[in-house]
């Protein structure tokens, strides 16, 4: 059983940051990482997504509109962790964040337990 492990998350004001990350029992440089979102009541949503070290579609990361700058995805391989610096969050940041990890060939989806960020206003 793969386990991605979440942490980071927390009680913040507006205007603070946070840096999420994700680490598992497999190697993460070769999958696509993604940071996703789930506020209650809504649907969750995509965050972030930092490619594998096999992708071939051109792109090294891609943001969701509404983090407009505020939000750095990174790897370090050597620690095995993918992180998520979030920088002037809001409230409507409030979410429980997971990330997830996807095989080149997308047949292999794993998922974390979820960490929850909280911003205060």
């Known amino acids: 059983q793969v386990r991605l492990v979440e942490s980071g998350g927390g009680l913040v004001q507006t205007g603070g940051s946070l840096k999420l990350s994700c680490t598992a029992d497999?190697?993460?440089?070769?999958?696509?990482i993604g940071w996703f979102r789930q506020a209650p009541g809504k649907e969750r949503e995509g965050v972030s997504c930092?490619?594998?070290?096999?992708?071939?579609?051109?792109?090294?990361?891609v943001y969701g509109d509404f983090v407009k700058g505020r939000f750095t995805i990174s790897r370090d391989n050597a620690k095995n962790t993918v992180s998520l610096q979030m920088n002037s969050l809001k409230p409507e940041d409030t979410a429980v964040y997971y990330c997830?990890?996807?095989?080149?060939?997308?047949?292999?989806?794993?998922w974390g337990q979820g960490t929850q960020v909280t911003v205060s206003s």
């Open positions: 930092i490619f594998g070290k096999f992708s071939t579609s051109g792109r090294t990361v």
């Open positions: 997830n990890a996807v095989d080149r060939y997308g047949l292999l989806v794993y």
């Open positions: 497999l190697t993460l440089e070769y999958y696509a």
